[in-house]
T-cell receptor, first 116, second 112 residues
Framework: AQKITQTQPGMFVQEKEAVTLDCTYD???????LFWYKQPSSGEMIFLIY??????QNATEGRYSLNFQKARKSANLVISASQLGDSAMYFC?????????????FGKGTLLTVNP | DAGITQSPRYKITETGRQVTLMCHQT?????MFWYRQDLGHGLRLIYY???????DKGEVPDGYVVSRSKTENFPLTLESATRSQTSVYFC???????????FGQGTRLTVV
């Protein structure tokens, strides 16, 4: 069965600094995608970035990048040059293993606070 | 407008009442999902659907019923609401296994 772990319930970072949010997972599927979402205090779920397990390069989207280490089953989100608007809950997600791999399972999230 | 919308956004109901949360998407995505979000639990899958008339249970289905007679609609019904079902409910849809899921705005349900 798939499992996804975000070990940091809360993180603090100074504005303009970089921060890494951890995500480890376990899956029996040889091919999968990993997703990161942001949930600001307003509550909506915002898709940030996607990494395919067979992608040769780590994914990047603007200030967001993934430190993807497939052998360690780790896909940490790196936010560069943090902004006050980055304060939010962040979730990583992977598909369920096996035939129902269109379902996503989510970690419990990391609450990031960006300090001025 | 294109997208995925949930209604109502906020709902207060009494224990024992039936309540239905609506979800509508305009993209004709095949896959649709209902999650609940509770503090300390992240998002947990309640029910999902691969296509019209195909639904299945997720992690926490007890007390909930779904239907999907049309591709674009995926209502979630609480048959007899309990206080433990107080939560924020999210509907989501996606086109395939390598694409992101798009979420509705969420419905905050309070059972008193």
């Amino acid at each position: 069965a798939q499992k996804i772990t975000q070990t940091q319930p809360g993180m603090f970072v100074q504005e303009k600094e970089a921060v890494t949010l951890d995500c480890t997972y376990d899956t029996s599927d040889p091919s999968y995608g990993l997703f990161w979402y942001k949930q600001p205090s307003s509550g909506e779920m915002i898709f940030l970035i996607y990494q395919g397990s067979y992608d040769q390069q780590n994914a990047t989207e603007g200030r967001y990048s993934l430190n993807f280490q497939k052998a360690r089953k780790s896909a940490n989100l790196v936010i560069s040059a943090s902004q006050l608007g980055d304060s939010a809950m962040y979730f990583c997600a992977i598909p369920y293993s096996g035939g129902s791999n269109y379902k996503l399972t989510f970690g419990k999230g990391t609450l990031l606070t960006v300090n001025p | 407008d294109a997208g995925i919308t949930q209604s109502p956004r906020y709902k207060i109901t009494e224990t024992g009442r039936q309540v239905t949360l609506m979800c509508h998407q305009t993209w004709s995505h095949s896959y649709m999902f209902w999650y609940r979000q509770d503090l300390g639990h992240g998002l947990r899958l309640i029910y999902y659907s691969a296509a019209a008339d195909i639904t299945d249970k997720g992690e926490v289905p007890d007390g909930y019923v779904v239907s999907r007679s049309k591709t674009e609609n995926f209502p979630l019904t609480l048959e007899s609401a309990t206080r433990s079902q107080t939560s924020v409910y999210f509907c989501a849809s996606r086109t395939g296994i390598y694409t992101e899921a798009f979420f509705g705005q969420g419905t905050r349900l309070t059972v008193v």
